[in-house]
């Protein structure tokens, strides 16, 4: 579904992705995973458009997509929930939901949709009314990650999903990710932490300074410590590398 092939991009002279590759397939949820300034919200917005990259490709459901604008890949089905949310505060969350909505015209299909999503997050519908900007943090990351479903996503991608938010919510959080996976979306899941991914994941994959440097399935990276290592940067004799 997505494939994307030594991407390099950055800001002004500092190249944050060098030359990275990964590809997510159809009904996959894949996690992208690495320290504070590794690369990943780059390796996001550079797949989302929102970035050019100065070198690579990535091509989404066989065609080559670097450089389109973000608009076009969300008609083509390729939707960013961005690092922080991103939602508007100050509007309800009917109105926040509505933006999610508006680039859709089959107005029928799209009045099911809502009401499915509703059925996912319950507690929006309860908070349909009320301003966005009282829910709570995790409330919040549900009603960006629904405005997201309702742009009808074939690839869904999340920025740090449990930024900010308690351990239980995290639960509520990833519980909702399950669901929609399980119910055919294709996730790509960035977090800064490797806890309790490894329950969800199908694969994942370690950003550190802009490179790849590991990758596996999740039985593969829950046995030993391969995962720890390549996320603080130590090889297998316990050297520290760059
Ligand atoms: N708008 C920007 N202007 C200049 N440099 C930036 C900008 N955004 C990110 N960077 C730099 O690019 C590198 C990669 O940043 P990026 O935001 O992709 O990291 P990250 O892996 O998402 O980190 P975090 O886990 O903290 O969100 C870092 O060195 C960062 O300082
Ligand atoms: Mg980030």
Do not use: W
Not at 133 to 149: D, M, Y
Not at 170 to 180: A, G, H, M, T, W
């Amino acid at each position: 579904m997505l494939e994307v092939n030594g991407l390099t991009a950055g800001y002004g002279r500092l190249t944050a992705l060098k030359g990275v590759d990964i590809r997510v397939d159809e009904g996959e949820i894949v996690f992208i995973v690495g320290p504070n300034g590794a690369g990943k919200s780059t390796l996001l917005k550079t797949v989302a458009g929102l970035m050019a990259p100065t070198a690579g490709t990535v091509g989404f459901r066989g065609r080559p997509i670097a450089g389109r604008v973000p608009e076009e890949l969300c008609r083509q089905g390729l939707v960013l929930v961005p690092e922080g949310r991103h939602i508007f505060r100050t509007l309800t969350v009917q109105e926040n939901l509505a933006v999610g909505a508006m680039i859709r015209k089959d107005k029928a299909a799209l009045a099911e949709d809502l009401e499915k999503v509703l059925d996912t997050f319950p507690i929006l519908r309860d908070r349909f009314k009320g301003i966005a900007g009282h829910l709570s943090g995790g409330e919040q990351q549900q009603l960006a990650i629904a405005r997201a479903i309702l742009q009808r996503p074939a690839l869904m991608m999340i920025d740090e999903p449990s930024l900010g938010l308690a351990p239980l919510v995290i639960d509520q959080v990833y519980e909702s990710l399950r669901q929609l996976n399980a119910g055919g979306l294709t996730l790509l899941v960035v977090e800064q932490s490797t806890a309790r991914i490894l329950d969800l994941a199908s694969r994942v994959y370690v950003l550190r300074n802009g490179h790849v440097v590991l990758e596996g399935t999740a039985p593969e990276l829950a046995e030993g410590n391969a995962l720890e290592d390549a996320y603080f940067g130590y090889v297998a004799d316990g050297h520290a590398v760059a």
